[in-house]
């Protein structure tokens, strides 16, 4: 069953502090993952996109990194900011006969000063 | 990057009417868009795959019926919520791929409230 968990399920760090977030996937035949931030009431925004052969990414504060053997990513922040507090969701797609994107059920992240 | 525009960004209406809910790609051709809700504090739930030109895909469990999805142009596609009740009330989020690069893009989402 194709499946994206993430963890923690919500986090709570000081501004300025780091924090990296966990997803592990069941997801094949895979494409690429995603790292989304999504603010309340607002559309995800996309992080970084991986595909298999990529293992770490860098997009300003955040870097991503893909473990395609062990099917797992994480996303680090550095340095965090207030304005980072939101929901943190890795989303994977298949590469079938059309893409299938499974969505993770997403990390909170507040930032408190 | 793209965008794609969602609109309204709320809407309250009566028990019964039906509403409207625009998505629309501004800066590219979206021949497949998406169709999500979303409750607090939960994921997105895929509701329906929108193909210009054709029917809907729906998702199991989602009533075709009663959530209207039309998708006449390659920059616009339309989710009507028909006869709407107050469990209909929810976040709904479009997607609209860019054909180019086949990433996804998110519209800002709508705040249904049915009173």
């Known amino acids: 069953k194709n499946q994206v968990e993430q963890s923690p399920q919500s986090l709570i760090i000081l501004e300025g502090k780091n924090c990296t977030l966990q997803?592990?996937?069941?997801?094949?035949?895979?494409?690429?993952l995603r790292w989304y931030k999504q603010d309340t009431g607002r559309g995800p925004v996309s992080l970084t996109i991986?595909?298999?052969?990529?293992n770490t990414k860098s997009n300003r504060r955040y870097t991503a990194t893909l473990d395609a053997d062990t099917k797992q990513s994480s996303l680090h922040i550095t340095a965090s900011q207030l304005s980072d507090s939101a929901s943190y969701i890795c989303?994977?797609?298949?590469?079938?006969?059309?893409?299938?994107?499974?969505f993770g059920p997403g990390t909170s992240l507040s930032v408190i000063p | 990057g793209a965008v794609v525009s969602q609109h309204p960004s709320r809407v309250i209406c009566k028990s019964g009417t039906s509403v409207k809910i625009e998505c629309r790609s501004l800066?590219?051709?979206?021949?497949?868009m998406f169709w999500y809700r979303q409750f607090p504090k939960k994921s997105l739930m895929l509701m329906a795959t929108?193909?210009?030109?054709?029917?809907?895909?729906?998702e199991q469990g989602v009533e075709k019926d009663k959530f209207l999805i039309n998708h006449a142009s390659l920059t616009l596609s339309t989710l009507t919520v028909t006869s709407a009740h107050p469990e209909d009330s929810s976040f709904y989020i479009c997607?609209?791929?860019?054909?180019?690069?086949?990433?996804?893009?998110f519209g800002q989402g709508t705040r249904l409230t049915v009173v």
């Open positions: 997607s609209a791929r860019d054909p180019l690069n086949t990433e996804a893009f």
């Open positions: 997803c592990n996937y069941t997801v094949s035949p895979f494409s690429n």
């Open positions: 991986m595909t298999f052969s990529e």
């Open positions: 989303v994977v797609t298949t590469k079938t006969s059309y893409d299938k994107v499974i």
């Open positions: 800066d590219f051709q979206a021949t497949t």
């Open positions: 929108s193909n210009e030109g054709s029917k809907a895909t729906y």
